[in-house]
């Protein structure tokens, strides 16, 4: 394996305790995943900040949006035959799937793209609505002339898929929207539109025939997307074997749009690795890294809320060099930068 991110040695950048909860019984239990994008000369970040409820012996709690819009904590005591607690991230409970936390999108600027710090003015995001009821997460952001478009995983109990708001300065937004319906999560929209037709990447999945596969779509106002076609399928025996989903908006390259995507064995153990597409026609896959382009390795990546992570949805492209901001061991965000030369290297 070639791992060929230089991660900045400040890393982890934000922890957890760097925030302050939403709410009082509410306890930061992740700061992950975060979308990235310029905007009045500061990098931005808008971090996944996922809350779960103070838990006491023998009690679980789980936190969900109310029809008002505020958190409520659920109560089932761990010894309920009806509750499926075996991973950290989701339970089960009398036949309904729940998570342990719920997320909202935390806006934080940066001078250095090193130090970042909240913003007056700029409050955080929360899930929408009904089908947002268990949160907003690991949104990627994507700007079109002036305008910024906001892709995220919307959580409900009547599945997962991608929510869509719009803003021009990052304090009045436009909702757009589930623009694909569970199950369906990392949706990255591209910078550029191509011969007039918006694209972008997803990630349906199914259970039964096919898997979690990388597709794109496209759209003629950016909004209603059509004309699917599968593009990256896991690849059986490697390290992406299980599930693959896109990180940020393709970057434009002389080969091609490249784009960083994550992948996870059945271990669930997360890689980042990179394919190229066409440039006219980005439904042909010019290209595709054998090998990951970054692995966990740093303890921070290898032990947290879930060890084993690093998942990318948020860069920044400054000529040859590339910041990737990340999610490590679903706790911390770090940031890592690559030459995309380099990676490009990496492409056969
Ligand atoms: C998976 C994980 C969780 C996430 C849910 C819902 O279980 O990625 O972190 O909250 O999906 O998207």
């Known amino acids: 394996m070639n791992d060929i991110a230089r991660r900045f040695p400040q890393n982890p950048l934000l922890m957890p305790k760097d925030l302050q909860p939403t709410g009082a019984g509410l306890q930061i239990i992740s700061l992950l995943n975060p979308g990235a994008f310029r905007f009045n000369g500061k990098t931005w970040l808008l971090v996944r900040v996922a809350e779960g409820a103070a838990q006491k012996e023998g009690v679980i709690f789980f936190p969900a949006l109310n029809a008002t819009g505020n958190t409520e904590i659920i109560e089932v005591p761990l010894n309920d035959p009806e509750l499926i607690a075996a991973d950290a991230r989701v339970i089960n409970y009398k036949g ?41 997460e690991d949104c990627r952001v994507t700007q079109i002339d002036d305008t910024y478009y906001l892709t995220y995983t919307a959580v409900s ?40 037709r918006y694209y972008c990447l997803h990630r349906p999945s199914s259970k039964e025939i096919g898997g979690s596969y990388i597709w794109l779509a496209e759209s003629a106002d950016g909004l209603h997307w059509g004309n699917h076609q599968c593009l990256i399928k896991t690849r059986p025996g490697l390290w992406d074997s299980a599930r693959v989903g896109a990180g940020a908006a393709p970057i434009r390259t002389e080969r091609g749009w490249l784009e960083i995507y994550h992948g996870a064995n059945s271990k669930h153990q997360y890689c980042l690795g990179a394919f190229l597409m066409d440039l006219d026609n980005p439904a042909r896959v010019i290209s595709r890294a054998v090998e990951p382009i970054m692995a966990p390795l740093e303890t921070y990546e290898l032990s947290g809320f879930f060890g084993y992570v690093v998942f990318t949805n948020g860069h920044i492209v400054d000529g040859d060099k590339l910041t990737i901001y990340y999610g490590a061991a679903d706790e911390f965000v770090c940031g890592a930068e690559f030459s995309i030369k380099e990676i490009l290297a990496a492409l056969p």
């Open 96 to 136: 309904l799937d729940y998570l342990t936390t719920i997320s909202h999108l935390r806006l934080l600027a940066s001078e250095d793209g090193i130090h970042f710090t909240e913003q007056e003015g700029y409050p955080p995001i929360f899930g929408k609505g009904e089908l947002e009821r268990f949160g907003a």
């Open 157 to 196: 109990d009547s599945g997962v898929g991608v929510g869509l708001q719009t803003t021009k300065d990052w304090q009045h937004f436009e909702y757009g929207g589930m623009i694909f319906p569970p199950h369906n999560k990392d949706c990255a929209i591209f910078e550029e539109r191509i011969n007039g």
